[in-house]
């Protein structure tokens, strides 16, 4: 199980804004069914071989990869990557434009640098390139919840996964990434072994805080908070518009206000130490089905809440008949004979319901 979260101080700065930009990154109809799903930004001319000599590779670029949301309850984990030139990284992203580890620059500096970014006219969009996995709160739980024998997919599993195919993905586009630089939080000399073996022509470099020390990095980590935040804006109006949008209590509400502005996401950041997230959650909890795609299910947050009594704001406890024939193998014709028939029948004869015989002519 999985619970991580950010000290109190930085609830504020998890917690999109209500005016968040919608990126291109977001894919309404998988967030809605809880899907997981990939996108790849389209690649600048300027980073491909050139028509009249597409044996050669293009320019020698950086790539960068960070994730945002890997701790709260609510919400997809999304990884993003971000590349170009080696010699644009330092002028265009520090010196330019001030990117900076998502979590110390304000909401709406990283939706407007990701506009920025998505915007057809600008030097970010002509000269970078940026792609992002976003993790659904059901496939992440599901891979974590699978039975023992299949054995449980963990997150560091799914992260090192969703990390190598979107890097696969920009080779596969005909990008010459020749450095690769990575955000960790793990042991960083595992993780950087691991990647060696898939990507052993680029210098690789894992290190916890990439995402301060590596502009590229920077610039992922604002690609993977800003779809992140979308996302959830996107999540949290379909939750409104079914009915879960009701606060449980006043504990959730900030500066204790009677309510908050319609615009705004009830739930807040998704960290379960935030206590509208929390409140939400109590508020809106089904006790049989629980929430919708936008919870995760194996965290203990929400497994607690479950599993409660029904008379403390539990759900309701199923329990599975237990089938006494061992015998798991049925055909589909038996489901449509009945039981006083099921000895010297004529399968195909019965498809239809009981044959009428000669004798009714």
Same mark, same amino acid.
């Given at each position: 199980? $999985?619970?991580?979260?950010?000290?109190?101080?930085?609830?504020?700065?998890?917690?999109? =804004?209500?005016?968040?930009?919608?990126?291109?990154?977001?894919?309404?109809?998988?967030?809605?069914?809880?899907?997981?799903?990939?996108?790849?930004?389209?690649?600048?001319?300027?980073?491909?071989?050139? =028509?009249?000599?597409?044996?050669?590779?293009?320019?020698?670029?950086?790539?960068?990869?960070?994730?945002?949301?890997?701790?709260?309850?609510?919400?997809?984990? !999304?990884?993003?990557? /971000?590349?170009?030139?080696?010699?644009?990284?330092?002028?265009?992203?520090?010196?330019?434009?001030?990117?900076?580890?998502?979590?110390?620059?304000?909401?709406?500096?990283?939706?407007?640098?990701?506009?920025?970014?998505?915007? =057809?006219?600008?030097?970010?969009?002509?000269?970078?390139?940026?792609?992002?996995?976003?993790?659904?709160?059901?496939?992440?739980?599901?891979?974590?919840?699978?039975? #023992?024998?299949?054995? +449980?997919? #963990?997150?560091?599993?799914?992260? &090192?996964?969703?990390?190598?195919?979107?890097?696969?993905?920009?080779?596969?586009?005909? !990008?010459?990434?020749?450095?690769?630089?990575?955000?960790?939080?793990?042991?960083?000399?595992?993780?950087?072994?691991?990647?060696?073996?898939?990507?052993? +022509?680029?210098?690789?470099?894992?290190?916890?805080?990439? @995402?301060?020390?590596?502009?590229?990095?920077?610039?992922?980590?604002?690609?993977? %908070?800003?779809?992140?935040?979308?996302?959830?804006?996107?999540?949290?109006?379909?939750?409104?518009?079914?009915?879960?949008?009701?606060?449980?209590?006043?504990?959730?509400?900030?500066?204790?206000?009677?309510? $908050?502005?319609?615009?705004?996401?009830?739930?807040?950041?998704?960290?379960?130490?935030?206590?509208?997230?929390?409140?939400?959650?109590?508020?809106?909890?089904?006790?049989?089905?629980?929430?919708?795609?936008?919870?995760?299910?194996?965290?203990?947050?929400? %497994? @607690? &809440?479950?599993?409660?009594?029904?008379?403390?704001?539990?759900?309701?406890?199923? $329990?599975?008949?237990?089938?006494? @024939?061992? #015998?798991?193998?049925?055909?589909?014709?038996? /489901?449509?004979?009945?039981?006083?028939?099921?000895?010297?029948? @004529?399968?195909?004869?019965?498809? /239809?319901?009981?044959?009428?015989?000669? $004798?009714?002519?």
């Amino acid at each position: 199980m $999985e619970d991580s979260q950010p000290p109190a101080e930085d609830i504020a700065l998890e917690t999109p =804004p209500s005016n968040v930009f919608i990126p291109p990154s977001i894919n309404e109809s998988a967030l809605l069914a809880g899907d997981s799903y990939t996108y790849f930004s389209p690649i600048p001319a300027s980073l491909l071989p050139t =028509p009249s000599s597409p044996q050669t590779p293009g320019p020698p670029c950086a790539l960068g990869v960070d994730e945002a949301g890997r701790g709260p309850v609510l919400g997809p984990m !999304v990884y993003g990557v /971000f590349f170009l030139p080696l010699s644009l990284s330092d002028p265009l992203l520090r010196t330019t434009h001030h990117f900076d580890d998502s979590k110390v620059l304000t909401p709406s500096t990283r939706s407007a640098l990701m506009e920025t970014l998505c915007t =057809p006219t600008s030097d970010l969009y002509t000269s970078c390139g940026w792609a992002v996995s976003a993790l659904s709160a059901r496939d992440i739980s599901a891979g974590m919840l699978r039975p #023992n024998s299949a054995g +449980a997919y #963990n997150l560091n599993a799914q992260a &090192m996964d969703a990390t190598v195919a979107l890097i696969q993905g920009v080779y596969a586009r005909g !990008v010459n990434i020749q450095e690769i630089y990575v955000d960790t939080v793990g042991q960083p000399a595992v993780y950087q072994k691991k990647l060696e073996r898939f990507f052993p +022509a680029a210098r690789i470099t894992v290190a916890k805080k990439a @995402d301060s020390l590596y502009p590229c990095v920077s610039a992922a980590s604002v690609c993977a %908070k800003v779809t992140r935040d979308a996302a959830l804006e996107t999540l949290w109006k379909e939750a409104k518009g079914r009915g879960r949008g009701r606060m449980a209590s006043a504990e959730g509400r900030e500066g204790g206000e009677e309510g $908050e502005k319609e615009e705004e996401m009830a739930w807040g950041s998704g960290y379960p130490s935030d206590a509208r997230c929390v409140a939400w959650l109590k508020g809106n909890m089904h006790p049989i089905f629980g929430w919708g795609p936008e919870c995760r299910f194996s965290w203990g947050t929400s %497994k @607690d &809440m479950l599993e409660a009594a029904p008379g403390k704001g539990g759900g309701v406890k199923v $329990e599975w008949p237990v089938e006494e @024939d061992n #015998n798991d193998t049925h055909r589909l014709t038996d /489901f449509f004979v009945a039981k006083d028939q099921e000895k010297d029948v @004529d399968e195909l004869g019965t498809w /239809f319901g009981t044959p009428a015989g000669l $004798e009714a002519f």
